[in-house]
């Protein structure tokens, strides 16, 4: 993969830290930036070392400020359509069907198309100074990278069009009041609370953990095949190698290797 332009990757155990790093743009998401993280995507997906990601941003004021508004001015019909077709298949949809949990860690703004890609994260944790929104409606859009699709998910139809159609941001505080984020922490503990998370996850079935995400997706996506689509996958676990380790940790009273 060639030298990064938009991001700082670093990986450490079975970790990778995944740094959004255009702190001068407030880490705005612009077309280079979509490519380039679909890419990062790709290769953490095969990395068989890799269990976790942590998705944050440089600097202390933004996660991610939305997007390059500048890319806008000038699309044509096909071209914007191109635009969130692309955001949606390379990288939010990847992201939120991705094998391995990722986390978005928001340190500060997180707007617009950088709302949307802490939605499509698994899990989201916020500073107590992170301010979050979705201002399109200013712009005389819509959201396009899932926002539409995904807020209503966590915080319900009446909230989520509150936040779409008045463009205004609300705080850590409310944003963990309507459950837009699982945890509020102070700016020093962001990047720990990730961390302790995902460590828990690790000493967990790594099968499991990709099945669980595929049911839970499907099911919130095909509400009627929920169920079933559970029961198969849970039968299907009794296949694997890591459901044989497991029952024979609890039975002979050790901690599982998986």
């Given amino acids: 993969m060639n030298p990064l332009q938009n991001f700082i990757l670093k990986k450490e155990r079975k970790t990778a830290y995944l740094t959004v790093n255009r702190p ?7 077309s280079e930036t979509i490519q380039e993280l679909g890419q990062i995507l790709q290769e953490l997906k095969t990395d068989t070392q890799i269990r976790g990601i ?4 440089a600097g202390q004021k933004a996660f991610v400020a939305g997007a390059d508004i500048a890319e806008f001015a000038n699309l044509s019909l096909q071209e914007a ?5 692309t955001g949606h298949h390379k ?3 990847v992201i939120y069907n991705f094998p391995k949990p990722i986390i978005a860690a928001i340190n500060g703004f997180a ?11 698994h899990i989201r944790i916020a500073s107590e100074n992170a301010k979050m929104g979705l201002p399109e409606v200013s712009l005389g859009l819509i959201p396009g990278y899932g926002g539409t699709q995904r807020l209503p998910d966590l915080v319900g139809r009446a909230k989520a069009l509150e936040m779409i159609m008045t463009g205004e941001m609300i705080d850590a505080n409310s944003a963990l009041e309507w459950r837009l984020v699982n945890y509020v922490v102070q700016p020093e503990f962001l990047i720990p609370k990730s961390e302790e998370l995902l460590e828990k996850m690790y000493t967990r079935s790594k099968h499991a953990i990709e099945s669980a995400i595929t049911v839970v997706n499907s099911g919130l996506k095909y509400p009627e095949k929920g169920y079933k689509t559970e029961i198969e996958a849970f039968a299907k676990a009794f296949l694997t190698e890591d459901f044989k380790e497991g ?4 039975l002979e009273k050790r901690k599982p290797n998986f």
Avoid: R
């Fill in 24 to 30: 001068e743009k407030l880490n705005a998401l612009n």
């Fill in 54 to 57: 942590i998705i944050t941003g």
């Fill in 81 to 85: 359509q191109n635009l969130a077709q």
């Fill in 91 to 93: 990288v939010m949809d």
């Fill in 111 to 121: 707007l617009g198309g950088g709302l949307e890609l802490a939605l499509a994260c």
């Fill in 247 to 250: 029952v024979a940790a609890f």
